[in-house]
């Protein structure tokens, strides 16, 4: 248990809870309540052995984040998780239900070890070793098959070192629900991109030969299409968002929509996961004004992201 102001709240809570679940208890030293629940959230926190973290936040103190939590009375406790409040209760729980309440958010013991194997592996990835992270998130997979996380770094990985077929089954289960999560769409088309220049006589190409026939016909979509596609899988991927919008630009509908989804799925490639990058905004997760102008200036990524974004926008309207 600690206690969180203004000044650590970012990194104590909004931080922290990119990697452990943080339950915040928002009390006063007059309330009666507050004082009996207290003991038990800490005993809770003992006995959970990590599985989450406990901070305290005095109310009348930090009128600020009480308000930004909209916190209307004493005791609350608001559980975050990925930066974000995910549930909470009010008032003097009993320790039997506030296990409960937690039981219903916290991983188990083997999405935790599968998150500990995938933290392990981007340390890996860190260190330039593949072999290891590679190795480190198929055990995350193997002990919690519902790692999504795990399972996106991986195909990732793999994809990147041309092991097309161990990728494509990997993808398979995720492709097969319904609806189809988007970043492994996106994979799926990055995957498609560089199949195509494996198996496709135009994969040996010059990038000039797609730019001649281009240059005697605006509208040779298959060609354009064809180059995209190159320019993906040479990593080129702003020149390829480039070459597609000038597909959708002439035929939004051309081979079934087939450049606008891969233009999305790039987009969705590009973008870091959440609390990778500052927010732009100047504002935390839980919506706290952050200090200093360094919070205020856009990343230079997230900014070419969202220029291509508006850009497709107006394509399509």
Sequence with gaps: MMDVTIQNFEAEVIAASMTTPVLVDFWAPWCGPCKSLGPILEKVETAYEGRFKLVKINSDDEQQLAQAFG???????????????????????????????????LPGEDALQAQA????AQ?????????????????????????????????KLLIGHGELTEAAALLAPAMSRIPVPQRFEAQTQWLKAIEFVTTDPRGEWELAQFDALIEK????????????RLLIAAGQWEAAMDELLE???????????????????????????????????????????????????????????????????????
């Design 71 to 105: 916190i209307k009375s004493i005791p609350t406790c608001v559980l975050l998780i990925n930066g974000q409040p995910v549930d909470g209760f009010m008032g003097a729980l009993p320790e039997g239900q506030v296990k409960k309440f937690l039981d219903k958010h």
């Design 117 to 120: 194997a995938a933290q392990e």
């Design 123 to 155: 340390q890996h990835l860190e260190a330039g070793d593949a072999q290891s992270a590679r190795a480190a998130l198929e055990q995350a997979l193997a002990t919690d098959p519902g790692n999504d996380d795990a399972r996106f770094d991986l195909v």
């Design 217 to 228: 016909n605006k509208r040779d979509f298959e060609t354009r299409f064809a180059k995209s």
């Design 247 to 317: 597909i959708i630009m002439r035929d939004k509908k051309w081979d079934d929509e087939a450049p606008r989804k891969t233009f999305v799925a790039l987009l969705e490639l590009m973008t870091p996961p959440k609390g990778k990058t500052p927010e732009a905004t100047g504002k935390s997760a839980g919506g706290i004004e952050l200090m200093g102008k360094a919070a205020m200036q856009e990343d230079p990524l997230l900014a070419m992201i969202s220029s291509y974004r508006r850009k497709l926008s107006m394509m399509l309207n």
